[in-house]
């Protein structure tokens, strides 16, 4: 079945330092790649989103980037803020109606 | 409308108990999953209901769970002779074709 590997599982930065998230994916047929965040007792949010059809989306200090040839795709946090520390989650949907998620990246920057 | 409202927010149950957990999703959407989520993990898919037809079942979702939609608006998912490895946070989401999902702020289960 399909499959999303996300790393790291932890990352501290300092504050106004870049963030970066990996994640890989397994089918192949993926073509959309949403981000979420996740703070404490809430749900995700959705804070950015890709498709294929797309290599890179920017969203103020967030942007993804999306390698389709090695099935990998990227979040990147620019000038991270201590409101920035959550858990982040990479996911795939391949246009159907399952959303596949990774692991999850406990952020945490310090001020 | 206010966003995916889940009820409760906690729930605590002895062990063999059956419990029911509600979703109001975003009235517009017509899409609605349940996923489950374990410390340290990521949601895992349990259901997914288009309207009120519930389309697909996770192998997770043993004969213990059982999910519906009456009429494509809330959705309810009880659980049977609920078992400590049941404990997890249960999460709602609604969305419509081709969008990310928004998230309800989940139901956290403890079994003792």
């Known amino acids: 079945g399909e499959n999303v590997e996300q790393h790291p599982s932890t990352l501290s930065v300092q504050e106004g330092d870049s963030a970066v998230i990996k994640c890989t994916y397994s089918?192949?047929?993926?073509?959309?790649f949403p981000w979420y965040k996740q703070e404490l007792g809430k749900g995700p949010q959705l804070i950015i989103d890709?498709?294929?059809?797309?290599g890179e989306k920017k969203d103020q200090r967030i942007a993804v980037t999306l390698n389709k040839t090695a099935k990998h795709f990227s979040l990147h946090i620019t000038e991270t803020q201590p409101e920035d520390s959550a858990v982040y989650f990479c996911a795939a949907n391949t246009g159907g109606f399952k959303t596949i998620f990774g692991a999850g990246t406990r952020l945490f920057v310090k001020a | 409308d206010t966003g995916v409202s889940q009820n409760p927010r906690h729930k605590i149950t002895k062990r063999g108990q059956n419990v029911t957990f509600r979703c109001d999703p975003i009235s517009e959407h017509n899409r609605l999953y349940w996923y489950r989520q374990t410390l340290g993990q990521g949601p895992e898919f349990l259901t997914y209901?288009?309207?009120?037809?519930?389309?697909?079942k996770s192998r997770l979702l043993s004969d213990r769970f059982s999910a519906e939609r009456p009429k494509g608006s809330f959705s309810t998912l009880e659980i049977q002779r609920t078992e400590q490895g049941d404990s997890a946070m249960y999460l709602c989401?609604?969305?419509?074709?081709?969008?990310?999902?928004?998230f309800g702020s989940g139901t956290r289960l403890t079994v003792v």
């Open positions: 209901f288009q309207n009120e037809a519930q389309l697909e």
């Open positions: 089918d192949s047929a993926s073509n959309y």
């Open positions: 890709i498709r294929s059809n797309v």
């Open positions: 989401a609604s969305t419509t074709q081709g969008h990310g999902y928004t």
